[in-house]
């Protein structure tokens, strides 16, 4: 019982002291964003006031007049364009072979050192169940990596299915 609570209280205070973290820094964008926003509402205001009621009318006219003679050109422009105009042009993206076909092979996905590193990892995770602090760390790498384990065992099996390729 009392390990339960302990460990209740560690994984809490990890995730209060991110999560307070994160929302101060989202807390400093929000207030930024917000006076930025004053800031231009007021420079709006300020720029309006002068204008008559026609004045302003007028000038929501001209903007959604040139919005729309914008769209509008943009549109044509697209369809009857000539060969010889500079437009942004949609191209393929190449797609390159499959990495493991024995044809086009150029390089391991994983090697041996890469392959060593990860199951000394494994070793490692393995080993950190035989003790108390050591299954804290490992549950609180498992809570915040859930597959983890499950990408060590495709990484096995993808090097092992390489190596068999290479015989």
């Given at each position: 019982m009392l390990l339960s609570k302990k460990r209740k209280s560690i994984s809490s205070e990890i995730d209060t002291a991110q999560i307070s973290g994160l929302q101060k820094?989202?807390?400093?964008?929000?207030?930024?964003?917000i006076r930025t926003q004053c800031k231009v509402a007021t420079a709006m205001q300020k720029g309006s006031e002068h204008l008559s009621v026609t004045g302003k009318k007028l000038a929501l006219i001209t903007f959604c007049f040139i919005g729309v003679a914008?769209?509008?050109?943009?549109?044509?422009?697209?369809?009857?364009?000539k060969?010889?105009?500079?437009?942004?042009?949609?191209?393929?993206?190449?797609?390159?072979?499959?990495a493991l076909e024995k044809d086009n092979r150029t390089s391991?996905?994983?090697?041996?050192?890469?392959?060593?590193?990860?199951?000394?990892?494994?070793?490692?995770?393995?080993?950190?169940?035989?003790?108390?602090?050591?299954?804290?760390i490992k549950d609180s790498i498992l809570k915040f990596r859930p597959l983890l384990i499950d990408s060590i065992n495709e990484l096995e099996k993808l090097y092992q299915m390489q190596e068999k390729n290479k015989k």
């Open positions: 820094f989202l807390k400093i964008i929000a207030h930024k964003c914008a769209s509008i050109y943009a549109f044509t422009e697209n369809i009857f364009y060969k010889n105009s500079n437009h942004f042009l949609i191209s393929p993206i190449a797609i390159s072979k499959n391991d996905v994983l090697s041996v050192r890469e392959f060593n590193q990860i199951e000394n990892f494994k070793k490692y995770i393995d080993s950190l169940s035989k003790s108390i602090s050591g299954q804290r």
